[in-house]
């Protein structure tokens, strides 16, 4: 399959699992389709990321869509009152922490004293994101998931660190397929486990796109990426606003 390919399955899933999302009464199997969705677009930013021009440009892109999806969010929830509100949705969040911490660790690795600068400005970026409320008292009033999208924090972002450190192996394994099917494995037994001790496990059915993420033969396929990038708040939006007018 090519990266195209995998990223269009991953957008019916995530459509399907946001629908499940914001319409109750759909189908169960909805969310637990949806639990690929991520994981695919996961593989396919490190897929991308390692071939990419320019770094820089691509973590910026990012970052820039973090902005936009924590600014349009609180804007809906503000316009759109609702029960459950807009939720939580900023995908390019974790891929942005992913593709840092990426380039976080190959920097060190080829200058010491670069890599450690930036190491200590993550760490910085961490402890800016606990002092906003005292530096800036406004943002009191603003929930963690609006904080982090400014100030990107990396235990505090729609996926958790587990999926950061998940995505930042399988760029490490990217070109050994053997080890990363085990690792794919060994992480999603993990989320098996600790959702068991939470009373469910779900998102450990994210085993179902294995063999798709097996069947990548490097190849790009048709870019279409500001398809990718808009589709997002698109759908989301198209679905929060009909499920706040259906619950009127």
């Not at 503000?78 to 995908?91: A, D, K, L, M, V």
């Not at 400005?121 to 530096?135: D, E, K, R």
């Not at 394994?173 to 990363?180: I, S, T």
Request: with cysteine.
């Amino acid at each position: 399959m090519t990266v195209f390919q995998l990223k269009l399955t991953a957008l019916v899933l995530m459509t399907l699992d946001h629908i499940g999302f914001y319409f109750p009464g759909t189908p169960i199997w909805f969310r637990f389709l949806g639990r690929g969705a991520y994981p695919l677009f996961l593989f396919c930013m490190v897929q991308g990321y390692a071939h990419t021009r320019s770094r820089k440009r691509y973590l910026l892109r990012l970052y820039l869509m973090s902005l936009f999806m924590t600014a349009w969010g609180l804007f809906l929830d503000t316009r759109f009152p609702s029960e459950y509100g807009y939720g939580n949705h900023n995908i390019f969040l974790p891929l942005f922490l992913t593709g840092l911490l990426i380039s976080t660790v190959e920097l060190y690795q080829r200058d010491r004293r670069k890599g450690a600068l930036l190491l200590g400005g993550i760490a910085l970026t961490q402890v800016l994101y606990q002092m906003l409320p005292v530096l800036l008292p406004f943002t009191r009033t603003l929930s963690g998931d609006v904080l982090t999208g400014v100030v990107p924090n990396l235990a505090v972002n729609e996926f958790g660190f587990a999926f950061i450190a998940l995505g930042v192996a399988l760029y490490v394994l990217r070109d050994r397929r053997e080890a990363l099917a085990a690792v794919y494995l060994i992480f999603c037994i993990y989320q098996f486990s600790a959702e068991m001790l939470s009373g469910g496990a779900v998102q450990w059915m994210m085993v179902l796109v294995l063999p798709l993420l097996l069947r990548y033969h490097g190849e790009k396929g048709p870019g279409w990426k500001w398809f990718f990038y808009w589709y997002y708040p698109l759908h989301t939006t198209m679905l929060f606003l009909l499920s706040w007018k259906l619950a009127v």
